[in-house]
């Protein structure tokens, strides 16, 4: 292998047969030009699979490596799977070296690139197609996303993706995603299918000259009125996609509520964010008391405690107790008579420390809570006749199935206006009731003088 060729670190192969590579290199060396979609998804007991494949995982060898045996790095550094797993991957001839299959104690050195062919599950999602909302002719493309489906390639996830999806069921190519959705939330997206149109919105986006409308369920009776809610936010764990109210080290952040109607205590509320922080949306709804009803992350008592994160509290406060946050104050108000929502006193409040205690215990408990669901999916998965078992191919337990209300949570991307365009989707089913309410509240741009 010459040390100038580059070598594709990470790529799938669906239907390619690599249980036995050694009877067939192109087997999985080569993909279709043009994947088919019945060559990629099936759909069973309600939900949208994808067959399992290989994905290739690729990369040269670390300097820590050099030396060791095959199997002693892949036991060593990747702990993840058991030794056996390990020991049958290198007999099949799924881990190689320099496209070459190995024996155990093969030995690493300089230079080499290290390849794992990796079975690969991916979690199912809805089976509800993406809805094209509008095409324009300069290569703006309009979607609603439905909730289950993230928008690139992450994780366990590659093609029950946003992007695979309109690849290979709607035959887009080319595709710039201009704002992005959680996995959970459903509504509009926008996709640029050139890079001159994904520019203008992105800038458009950057100078606040785009208009962002949700709506979403909440628990309780949301107040009457319109209520503003400019609690600073910051990323606590980029890892755990973990955010809260920060009045120290968080950004400004700004969101407008309306209350569109009350029922069975519940509330479906508008929403219009003015800035662009993650999980905007849910936190400052968590900080006012009010958390969208199904949300897994911020209306979580395990996570947050019993407070639930209202009005900024975290849970195993300081030991000094803390003055009652004051939800609403009677200050003055900035525009025009609304209110404005600010704490008295956040419980346990960061100080400028990121080593806070309180911070800490919230991102203890959170990677607990974490962990506890892996585990639970993986026990369940193993119980033979009444779960899924285990997989022939890698030895895995194949996980169980999302149950309806894990496939979204209640917020959904309703409209996006620009400064010459406008574009909507339906409103989901949990919302109808709110279609001839959202139109007296709904952003309407004042005209040009």
């Known amino acids: 292998m ?26 999985k060396t080569q993909e279709p030009a043009a994947l088919q979609a019945a060559d990629v998804y ?3 007991g309600g939900l949208q699979r994808v067959h399992p494949y290989y994905h290739r995982f690729a990369t040269h060898a670390k300097g820590r490596w050099v030396g060791r045996t095959i199997f002693d790095v892949f036991t060593q550094e990747f702990r993840d799977r058991p030794k056996e797993y390990y020991a049958k991957s290198i007999e099949k001839g799924v881990i190689e070296i320099n496209n070459q299959t190995v024996a155990k104690d ?31 002719e300069d290569g703006l493309l309009a979607i609603n996303k439905p909730g289950s489906i993230p928008v690139h390639p992450t994780g366990r996830y590659n093609y029950n993706t946003v992007t695979k999806l309109l690849e290979v069921k709607h035959g887009y190519r080319a595709l710039f995603p201009i704002n992005r959705l959680d996995r959970l939330t459903s509504g509009l997206m926008l996709v640029g299918l050139n890079p001159t149109v994904a520019r203008r919105l992105e800038r458009e986006l950057i100078e606040h000259r785009i208009q962002k409308e949700y709506v979403c369920k909440v628990q309780g009776e949301f107040p009457a009125g319109k209520v503003v809610c400019n609690q600073p936010i910051r990323v606590v764990a980029h890892k755990l996609a973990l955010n809260c109210v920060d009045f120290s080290e968080g950004k400004p952040s700004l969101t407008e509520f309306e209350r569109l109607y009350s029922e069975d205590g519940f509330s479906i509320v508008y929403c219009r964010p003015k800035t662009g922080r993650t999980h905007q949306i849910r936190v400052h ?58 704490p008295a006193k956040m419980v346990g409040a960061c100080d400028g420390d990121r080593k806070n205690d309180s911070w800490k215990t919230l991102i203890r408990r959170m990677e607990d809570w974490k962990d506890r669901q892996d585990a639970i999916e993986h026990v369940n998965a193993c119980v033979g006749d009444s779960g899924p078992g285990v997989c022939e191919k890698c030895s895995n337990p194949v996980l ?50």
């Open 2 to 27: 010459g040390r100038g060729k580059k070598h594709k670190l990470s790529e799938s192969f669906v239907g390619g047969n690599v249980v036995n590579p050694r009877g067939s290199k192109n087997a």
């Open 42 to 44: 099936f759909e069973e």
């Open 106 to 136: 093969t030995v690493v050195r300089n230079g080499d690139l290290v390849t794992h062919f990796i079975h690969r599950h991916e979690p199912p999602i809805t089976t509800e197609d993406i809805g094209i909302v509008r095409e324009t």
């Open 285 to 342: 709804l968590q900080f006012l008391g009010f958390p969208i009803a199904n949300d897994p992350l911020y209306n979580n008592v395990e996570v947050w405690g019993d407070a639930k994160g209202k009005a900024g509290a975290l849970p195993q406060a300081l030991a000094e107790p803390a003055e009652p946050a004051e939800l609403v104050e009677p200050a003055e108000p900035a525009d025009g008579g609304e209110p404005i929502v600010r």
């Open 400 to 449: 169980l199935d999302p149950l309806p209300h894990e496939l979204c949570i209640w917020l959904h991307a309703w409209r996006y206006s620009g400064p010459d365009w406008s574009f909507e989707t339906e409103l989901p089913e949990w919302a109808r009731k709110a279609a001839g309410l959202i139109n007296r509240v709904k952003y309407n741009p004042e005209p040009a003088v």
